[in-house]
């Protein structure tokens, strides 16, 4: 099945960084990319996510890239801000699966 | 739109006990599928529907997990007998259609089985 490896496990950055945060998928019929933000105590959030037909995307600070070739892509975050304080998770839709990655605990320190 | 429901928030029970979470979809969606999600293994898929019909159960653990859709709008996720190691976060999503649209998730169901 889908495998999908993220990194880094954690990451801390100072207010008005950027943050970059990786994944690797193995199953080269996956088509659709999600990340999903998760604040302590809440359900996942989506944010942004990337079809396989697209290499980048952008909305506001966030934008993800997808190289299918090389199966990864990576979120960016730019101009971080406290509130985006939060477990990140990248994922990948295998049939009508989602595999996730195994998170990034980002901290951005004021 | 409210957005993914779930219910109870939290459940504390005794190892044995029977356990009931509850889910009411996005309206319009149908698809729905049932998380757990652990310290140990993340995010896994439990059981996916789509239109309240159980397309694939392998990921529920064992025997002891039941879920059922009777209508567009309800989910059930059961387990009986509960044991302390189904102590995890159940977390509840919808779709408009599983294969191709964005999953959106419930705030969850936190359970401890003492």
């Known amino acids: 099945g889908e495998n999908v490896e993220q990194h880094p496990s954690t990451l801390s950055v100072q207010e008005g960084d950027s943050a970059v945060i990786k994944c690797t998928y193995s199953d080269s019929a996956s088509n659709y990319f999600p990340w999903y933000k998760q604040e302590l105590g809440k359900g996942p959030q989506l944010i942004i996510d990337?079809?396989?037909?697209?290499g980048e995307k952008k909305d506001q600070r966030i934008a993800v890239t997808l190289n299918k070739t090389a199966k990864h892509f990576s979120l960016h975050i730019t101009e971080t801000q406290p509130e985006d304080s939060a477990v990140y998770f990248c994922?990948?839709?295998?049939?009508?699966?989602?595999?996730f990655g195994k998170g990034t605990s980002l901290l951005v320190t004021p | 739109d409210a957005g993914v429901i779930q219910s109870p928030r939290h459940e504390v029970t005794e190892m044995g006990q029977e356990v009931t979470l509850r889910c009411k979809p996005i309206s319009g969606h149908n698809s729905l599928f049932w998380y757990r999600q652990t310290m140990m293994r993340g995010l896994e898929l439990l059981i996916y529907?789509?239109?309240?019909?159980?397309?694939?159960d392998s990921g529920m653990p064992e025997d002891r997990f039941s879920a059922k859709m009777p209508n567009a709008s309800f989910s059930t996720l059961k387990i009986q007998p509960s044991e302390p190691r189904d102590s995890a976060v159940y977390f509840c999503a919808s779709s408009f259609d599983g294969t191709k649209y964005e999953q959106y998730f419930g705030p969850g169901t936190r359970l401890t089985v003492t």
């Open positions: 529907f789509n239109n309240n019909v159980p397309i694939d």
């Open positions: 990337i079809r396989s037909n697209v």
């Open positions: 994922a990948a839709l295998s049939g009508y699966a989602l595999n």
